[in-house]
């Protein structure tokens, strides 16, 4: 089973690239953000869950992980899964890896996307423009989401690092450019 990890702050293209894989390789792709989303807004999780990320902060662990969990089960004859916008903190990483050791199976490779800071706000004031999303609009909350991800987040990449799992991918240039980049560093290992 192959069971990437997509990482990297927002605006790194983790959405557009999760998509090429999971049409490449035939996997899950499960997005925390789009699953968030997707929740029925009067529900008392997505209120929960809203609170949280409306501001650029994250939604504590136990939540997310028992939402993600559930998204899994939705999967059970999936090649792999792409992770996509988690795990966010060193706890979801290894309830992830408690979760799919239950299942026989592990997380394959941390694929981590590498882009500048001024880069990443620029993405993301572009990305508002096509899709709506206030959080991506508004300049004090990407900073607040960047801050988050650097503080909270960024350590995820050390655990997956100690495993022997991470590899960092360039996240600057074209889309295909990029798409080659992780390609390849998936077809290495498989």
């Known amino acids: ?16 690239q999760s998509e090429r894989l999971k049409e490449k390789y035939d996997l899950a792709h499960i997005s925390t953000g789009d699953v968030f989303r997707g929740l029925d807004p009067t529900s008392e999780l ?20 028992q939402i993600l969990e559930g998204e899994v089960s939705k999967h059970p004859n999936a090649l792999g ?4 916008g988690f795990p966010r903190t060193t706890a979801q990483a290894e309830a992830l890896d408690k ?13 981590s996307l590498v882009v500048p800071e001024d880069e ?5 004031i572009a990305r508002a423009e096509v899709s709506g999303r206030a959080d991506d609009a508004d300049p004090a909350i990407i900073q607040n989401r960047i801050n ?5 987040t ?20 074209s889309i295909d450019e990029i798409t080659a980049r992780i390609f390849g560093a998936i077809d290495s290992i498989k």
Do not use: C, H, W
């Open 1 to 16: 089973m192959l069971n990437i990890v997509l990482f990297g702050p927002p605006g790194a293209g983790k959405g557009t």
């Open 46 to 65: 997505a209120k929960l869950a809203s609170s949280y990320s409306a501001k650029g902060n994250l939604v504590p662990d136990a939540i997310t992980i």
């Open 81 to 84: 899964v792409i992770y996509d």
């Open 99 to 111: 979760f799919l050791a239950s299942k026989g199976t592990e997380v394959t490779r941390m694929i």
């Open 120 to 124: 990443l706000k620029t993405r993301l």
């Open 148 to 152: 988050t991800y650097q503080q909270s």
């Open 154 to 173: 960024a350590p995820v990449a050390d655990f997956y690092k100690e495993q022997g799992k991470l590899i960092e991918i360039d996240g600057v240039g």
